[in-house]
Structures are given as C-alpha cells and as structure tokens.
C-alpha cells in the first residue's frame, strides 16, 4: 500500500504561474468560477447557487488535504497570487493500488491560454515524483473535447469509455476515462 504523508502544502511554481493551497479567501473565487453554466458544463454538478457552497467546498478540500486523501491547488499567476484563476488537485487516492484521480477546473475568462496546460504539467510530476502514485485517472464527459485534448497533450490515453454510467440532472450520461502511468518507474 503506498503510504502518503503530504504535511506541509506544497506550492508548485511555473514560469508564469504558482499553485498554492486554496483558502478560505478564495471563495468569492470558487463561487464565481463554480456558479458559471459554462464552467460547469461537463463537471456533472449543478452551478453553485450562494457562497456558502464554496465556503464549504473549501472546507472540504482542507480537510481531505489533512488526511492525506486528496490534495487541491489554486492556480494563480506569479506576479497576483491573491487572483485565483482556476483549480487543480488529485482525489480519491487508491493507496492499494498507487492510482490517484486527477481534476480542473477554470474560469472562463482564462481559457485557451495555455494556463491549465502549464499547471497540469507541474503537478503531474509532483504527483508521480513527490507522491508517488503509479498512474493517474481522469474521468471526462465525452462531449469536453478541450479536456480529452489537454490529457492527450500531458501523455495520457483513453482506457475506457462507459456509456450511460453516471445519472445527473434527470439523465444518463457517457464517461470516457484516462489515465497517465509513472514514466519514473520502471
């Protein structure tokens, strides 16, 4: 079983851009990213309606960083780093067998930018260097052709695609899934 102890948040820093852990000041942040239908298109979750929602999804994503079950980063660039442009972190850690699955999100006024790219990047190898997981999934609507793009871009191949498999908002939906292994290991 792979042991995880992840201790002090770790910020990840690119060229341009610095994740940092997500904190309660992000909630404005989170709400308007999490209550545009855009944004959510392909989340399978409804549009946030109040802040409340976003204080208490931060609270969940500080908790579950605190128990080694996931971790969470705001993406920022260097220069603001109080300006939260989007979200990325890896979930639901499958410890047994060394697989962690990989999530983003980000406002719409920051795509097409390259800024999720750069931050997919570094924390890929943070996951597969630091963490040490043996591969990563991502589980996509199909229809999110952006994000099928960028997981092909970062290295990762579709596995699966489950038709009907998830029930959101009165209907079934397809899910295709991905995943990245460890180019470290050997």
Not at 9 to 17: E, K, N
Not at 36 to 64: N, S
Not at 89 to 113: C, P, Q, S
Request: overall charge negative.
């Amino acid at each position: 079983m792979l042991e995880i102890s992840l201790g002090q948040f770790p910020i990840l820093h690119t060229p341009r851009l610095i994740l940092r852990e997500i904190s309660p000041d992000d909630a404005a942040a989170v709400f308007a990213m999490r209550s545009d239908p855009e944004v959510m298109r392909y989340i399978g979750k409804l549009p946030q309606k109040d802040l409340r929602e976003a204080e208490e999804m931060i609270q969940d994503y500080l908790q579950t960083y605190s128990k080694d079950e996931a971790i969470n980063w705001a993406i920022c660039y260097a220069e603001k780093p109080e300006l939260m442009l989007g979200t990325m972190g890896f979930w639901r850690f499958d410890k047994v067998n060394h697989r962690a699955e990989i999530g983003y999100t980000l406002a719409a006024a920051h795509w097409r930018k390259g800024i999720m790219s750069e931050a997919m990047q570094v924390a890929i190898e943070y996951c597969f260097k630091n963490l040490g997981f043996h591969s990563i999934e991502a589980n996509t609507d199909p229809e999110n052709e952006a994000s099928g793009l960028i997981l092909e871009k970062h290295g990762f191949l579709q596995e699966a695609y489950f038709r009907e498999n998830f029930y959101f908002d009165g209907k079934f939906l397809d899910s295709r899934i991905y995943s990245k292994v460890n180019p470290h290991h050997t």
